[in-house]
């Protein structure tokens, strides 16, 4: 995700004089109070530039394994504003949000495809948490690796619970087929295991 995510890094330059540029002056001018002040919040360009390499040695180590994302969100916690490597990646997530959402707001397939995933996700979470086992699905440890477990085995039930009902809704629709019964298409598209 976080490498991913660092892909708009080489297109600075252009986001810098173009793209940001037309969407304050241009067309959608109307959507200002979602960028806030004029000359406040500005991103710090020359700051992602300078810290360019050190930004893609930390995405090569978090993708390599060397560095786990738990080791880097400790060192970059929201109180850590005068450590360099935050403030940079700080102002990349403000490059990719001010890219993001023109993109989102001009592109009608894109948020319904935006909308769709994360029903899917809500919906899995929801159905996690209804599932959930146990002081009512409240990790009491403190420690990170029983609490780790705690939630790959709620998950993991979640995971099997979805898989045992796709297997009960197929054998079904077998069953409604034996008995020539009709089903179109556009009805198991609307079937959900959860």
Known sequence: MLCSRLELAPKVAKVRTGFVADLREGWAVFIDALFGEAGKHVIDFDLIESQFRHLMRVAVSVREGALSSATLLKRLRAGSRKNATYTT????????????????????????????????????NGFSQWLGFGNQGVIA??????????????????????????????????????????????????????
Do not use: Y
């Not at 690796?145 to 297997?167: G, S």
């Open 89 to 124: 990646f700080r102002e990349v997530g403000h490059v990719i949000r001010t890219v993001q959402l023109p993109r989102c707001l001009s592109d009608a397939p894109l948020r319904r495809r935006v909308t769709a995933a994360t029903n899917k996700v809500e919906g899995f």
């Open 141 to 194: 440890d403190d420690d990170p690796v029983e609490q780790e477990k705690a939630m790959k085995f709620n998950a993991l039930l979640t995971n099997a619970v979805i898989f045992h009902n796709a297997l009960d809704v197929a054998e079904t629709v077998r069953q409604l087929l034996a008995e020539d019964w009709e089903i179109e298409p556009e009805d198991l598209a609307r079937i959900r295991p959860t």
